[in-house]
């Protein structure tokens, strides 16, 4: 799978469709990134969307978000999803724990929903960007599900 961006990954998991109207096309990132350095105010990152193209709309949940890799070090992470059109925002790592209970993320319209996002915090006190050689490249697994809404 690719995304818009040209970035690479492998859908895990098995999709099962019963009906045409559970059948669903959304395009999502398939890898995001976010970075905090001495010059900003905290984390940075682009912004990225999902949008939906299926005929009915589609509720999205984040159900949860995994340590990967280099994530030891930061133990004081705040990391949040913050979406660029309205007033929402989502914690997905607090003090270095992530998100570990299924959060309703947003409701995309059918064929033209779109959600913006990008990511927002800090590395933490334990972390001295001042004194840091190499930079640190933390991975995280963040699981979306979504639910095709049913017709009023």
Do not use: C, W
């Not at 098995?14 to 398939?30: A, C, E, G, K, N």
């Amino acid at each position: 799978m690719t995304d818009e961006a040209g970035n690479e990954g492998t859908l895990q998991g098995t999709l099962t469709i019963f009906s045409r109207s559970q059948y669903i096309d959304v395009t999502v990132p398939v890898k995001t990134e976010f970075a905090q350095n001495k010059s900003s105010d905290g984390i940075v990152s682009p912004i990225y969307k999902i949008q939906n193209h299926s005929e009915r709309s589609i509720s999205v949940f984040i159900d949860s978000v995994t340590n990967g890799e280099h994530t030891e070090s930061l133990t004081d992470l705040t990391l949040g999803m913050k979406n660029t059109q309205q007033d929402q925002s989502i914690l997905l790592v607090s003090h270095g724990q992530t998100l570990s209970e299924s959060t309703p993320l947003t409701t995309l319209s059918n064929e033209t929903g779109i959600y913006e996002f990008s990511f927002f915090g800090s590395a933490g006190n334990n972390i001295s960007l001042e004194d840091l050689l190499v930079p640190i490249k933390p991975t995280y697994m963040m699981n979306l599900r979504f639910e095709v809404n049913k017709e009023e």
